[in-house]
């Protein structure tokens, strides 16, 4: 069957991240122009020296103050308040280095892509920009990557070699066999144990299938700022008028052969709105911010778009 996308898309200027031996040169080739067209379009645009990707509060206490309408109740200083009988928080210290770690979730789904490039392409591309934006000063990185048939952990340690060996782990994660589905809660809960240091937690996903993740998520965003990054294709929210097809579920096998007309884009565009709108309020209620990144779009500039219009909305609350 020849997909097709429906119209005119913009070109995304994103590398052929080809899977194969970690030691590839067309992978190290790859990753290093990445890093080139990150740094060049994002670094000393979105942060300072100690600042990251998701700007927020620190993790180290401070002193107390007043409660302000719209300071976070997380940081409700009980005793002070006790004491003096007017609320009081906690202010934060940002700490000089941060400890970040990726969960990345590269099950069948990821394998898939109609403009540019696949969506697993997209998500190593979301993971060099975090990484190349928070590298520096000491800041250490790590991952967790999921197929659903196995998980691989790399550790966080900080410098320019780890950063390429762990872009590398991600890029050449094998495809899980056939029939095997991503579980994205457990992937998310492997990041709970051992206890991490406090820090950033930023979950990679395109977020199909059954929203059953809250539970872990949360427990991580107790500890952790955390950083919810979708990773969509077109074809992810809308089906083109192509007739009939026969279609397959990537992460069990299965086939159907479906009549593609008005009655069933409609069907599915509404499906996939609502879903999408189901895996961003479940992520608001873990205090997580979603940023969508789509292979017909340009992925930088979305991210851009993103960090400002964070930068804004914290700026406006102070």
Not at 299 to 308: E, G, K, L, M, T
Request: contains cysteine; aromatic residues 4%.
């Amino acid at each position: 069957m020849t997909r097709t996308t429906g119209g005119p898309t913009r070109r995304v200027d994103l590398p052929s991240l080809k899977r194969g031996e970690i030691r590839d040169p067309a992978l190290t080739a790859a990753l290093r122009k990445l890093e080139l067209t990150v740094r060049r379009k994002l670094d000393g645009v979105l942060h300072g020296d100690h600042l990251g990707l998701l700007p927020g509060p620190g993790s180290e206490p401070g002193e107390s103050r007043l409660y302000q309408p719209g300071d976070d109740v997380r940081r409700m200083d009980w005793s002070v308040t006790a004491r003096t009988t007017h609320p009081h928080v906690r202010q934060m210290i940002a700490d000089r280095e941060l400890e970040t770690w990726l969960v990345v979730d590269v099950s069948a789904s990821l394998d898939f892509g109609t403009v540019g490039c696949e969506k697993r392409d997209l998500a190593v591309a979301a993971a060099a920009a975090i990484t190349f934006l928070n590298s520096g000063g000491g800041n250490r990185i790590g991952a967790i990557i999921a197929n659903g048939d196995s998980v691989r952990r790399v550790p966080a340690l900080s410098g320019r070699m780890h950063e390429q060996e762990m872009l590398r782990a991600i890029a050449t994660m094998p495809k899980a066999p056939a029939g095997v589905r991503g579980d994205l809660a457990a992937t998310i809960d492997a990041l709970r144990r051992p206890e991490r240091r406090r820090g950033m937690a930023v979950i990679i996903s395109d977020f199909l299938g059954p929203i059953d993740w809250m539970r872990p998520l949360r427990a991580i965003a107790g500890r952790h700022e955390v950083l919810g990054i979708e990773v969509l294709d077109p074809r992810d929210v809308e089906l083109p008028p192509v007739g009939d097809v026969i279609l397959q579920d990537t992460e069990t096998g299965r086939t159907r052969e479906f009549t593609i007309d008005a009655q069933l884009r409609d069907d599915f565009a509404k499906a996939a709105a609502a879903h999408r709108a189901e895996v961003a309020r479940t992520l608001r209620r873990c205090d997580a911010p979603l940023l969508s990144l789509r292979t017909d779009r340009d992925w930088i500039a979305d991210v851009v778009r993103f960090v400002a219009t964070r930068r804004l909305a914290l700026a406006g609350r102070a």
